[in-house]
């Protein structure tokens, strides 16, 4: 018989929640992905719109359907939304891969919680999932992520092309 799987819809950090996404987030989903103090050299507008939030949250909603893990929306201990982070399927370079992703609402930025709510993503991958590593990867100019990935031990691995644009692959191994 195999054990029961650990439930991971719902993590606690000493500031933040991560629960799992429910479509009533799209409105704050909006908000911050359309958020023009996100740099266009970090994130171009056109893949920031209205339309692309609501797709994103849905594939979260449908990720954790299918898989029983994935991208937390980031909630404040006053249950305001301010972001996602977690874990997702994703292919680089035609390779299947488990990406560490986040986003943090500007209003938000410069307080270490994308870096928060990342170490508890890495301790679900290794420690519940058992995965052997995972990614992650932002545009090259995109220096707040790139420390992040660097504060939880991740090395570079390569640019690849995502989205139509060049980006830094990083990886975390088990145990590293």
């Known amino acids: 018989m195999e054990p029961a799987p650990v439930a991971v819809d719902r993590v606690e950090t000493a500031r933040l929640v991560g629960r799992r996404p429910e479509p009533g987030d799209a409105e704050a989903y909006v908000r911050f ?43 404040l ?25 986040w986003f943090i609402d500007p209003d938000h930025w410069n307080r270490g919680y994308a870096t928060e709510l990342a170490r508890e993503a890495v301790r679900v991958a290794f420690d519940v999932l058992g995965l052997e590593d995972v990614v992650s990867f932002t545009v090259t100019a995109n220096g707040s992520s790139r420390a992040v990935m660097e504060k939880l031990g991740m090395t570079y691995e390569r640019d690849v092309e995502h989205v139509g644009l060049t980006h830094v692959l990083y990886r975390l191994t088990r145990g590293r």
């Open 77 to 101: 201990p006053s249950g305001d939304v301010i972001g996602h982070a977690g874990l997702q399927h994703t292919t680089i370079v035609d390779r299947p891969e488990v990406e560490l992703l």
């Open 33 to 75: 992905y359309g958020d023009p103090r996100t740099p266009e050299e970090l994130w171009p507008s056109e893949l920031r719109t209205p339309d692309r939030a609501r797709a994103t949250l849905k594939a979260f909603v449908e990720h954790w359907e299918r898989w029983g893990f994935g991208a937390w929306t980031v909630l």
